[in-house]
């Protein structure tokens, strides 16, 4: 791909690339969007399992929620479409702590941050910039992990995207580890539900640990037409971009020893201060 197809569907933001899907009118008038103080923001860094997280919630029985696309997907008209939705709104996103509307932080609406581990997320972000025609073709897997680390990929950083959030942690934000939702997926939904303040039954939640298996959406994403009222993550509505192999520590089959060895002093040396990064470094 020539560097110009290249520029033309990525920008960059206050030194942040965003894909063109995400239009610069949008992101410069985020913060006069009108936070209802019932919405729930779902936010997380590309590859962190967002899809997986839309689906729970929207297959959570009485929630009485509506899953908008992401706000930053879109032109200048999307904050006006927003408004539309009468029921409860839940709100995907992959900006910042920074970027989020002002009236959500004032209103303090409820956030799900979801968090992966970040050798996982590279490798599921390599495959779709090559993947995904919404952004640039990386030829090789080296090339790319450079990238990963300088946070020269679409939302920048995932160091400072997670130290963002970490820094502004508070009882109206609740922190999902992908890593356990795979290992004990009944108590992640309990706490998905807590946190929203909905009552469930066992039955209940078997019922949607069945829906929400990674074969059980992968399936559903090919019969699924790409409807674009369903998009979960602003670089792509194509939800057959989304399933590749859904587990934890294929990392492994990707990162040379050197590589693994740069990765972690990068990460010791960014997340040195950080309690995330211990239960990351225990859980994957
Ligand atoms: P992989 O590329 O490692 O397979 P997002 O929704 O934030 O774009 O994240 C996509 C990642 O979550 C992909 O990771 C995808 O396979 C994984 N994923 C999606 N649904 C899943 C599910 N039900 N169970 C486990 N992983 C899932």
């Not at 089959?253 to 002093?265: A, H, I, L, M």
Request: a neutral charge; one cysteine or more; proline letters at 3%.
């Amino acid at each position: 791909m020539s560097s110009q197809t290249q520029r033309s569907i990525l920008h960059k933001f206050k030194g942040i690339l965003f894909s063109t899907l995400s239009s610069e009118e949008l992101l410069n008038s985020l913060d006069s969007f009108d936070a209802r103080e019932d919405d729930v923001f779902l936010v997380s860094y590309p590859k962190s399992g967002t899809h997986w997280v839309a689906e729970v919630i929207e297959n959570i029985p009485n929630a009485r929620i509506a899953l908008t696309s992401p706000i930053e997907l879109g032109d200048i008209s999307k904050l006006e479409e927003l408004n539309v939705y009468s029921e409860r709104r839940v709100i995907p996103t992959h900006l910042g702590y920074d970027m989020l509307p002002v009236s959500v932080k004032q209103k303090q609406c409820k956030i799900i941050y979801i968090v992966r581990n970040p050798k996982d997320i590279a490798v599921s972000l390599f495959h779709y910039y090559r993947d995904n025609p919404n952004l640039p073709c990386i030829e090789t897997w080296a090339e790319f992990l450079e990238l990963f680390l300088r946070g020269d990929v679409v939302y920048g950083s995932w160091f400072d995207h997670v130290l963002s959030w970490e820094k502004h942690k508070n009882a109206n934000i609740l922190i999902l580890f992908f890593e356990e939702m795979k290992k004990d997926f009944s108590e992640s939904l309990k706490k998905i539900t807590t946190f929203l303040g909905i009552n469930m039954n066992d039955s209940e939640i078997n019922k949607i640990a069945r829906k929400t298996t990674f074969l059980e959406m992968k399936n559903n994403a090919v019969k699924e037409n790409c409807d674009p009222n369903h998009t979960i993550c602003a670089l792509t509505s194509n939800r057959n971009l989304v399933f590749r192999k859904g587990v934890v520590g294929d990392w492994i089959n990707y990162f040379t020893s050197k590589q693994k060895r740069v990765f972690d002093e990068v990460f010791a040396e960014r997340m040195k201060q950080s309690e995330l990064a211990r239960v990351l470094s225990e859980s994957s």
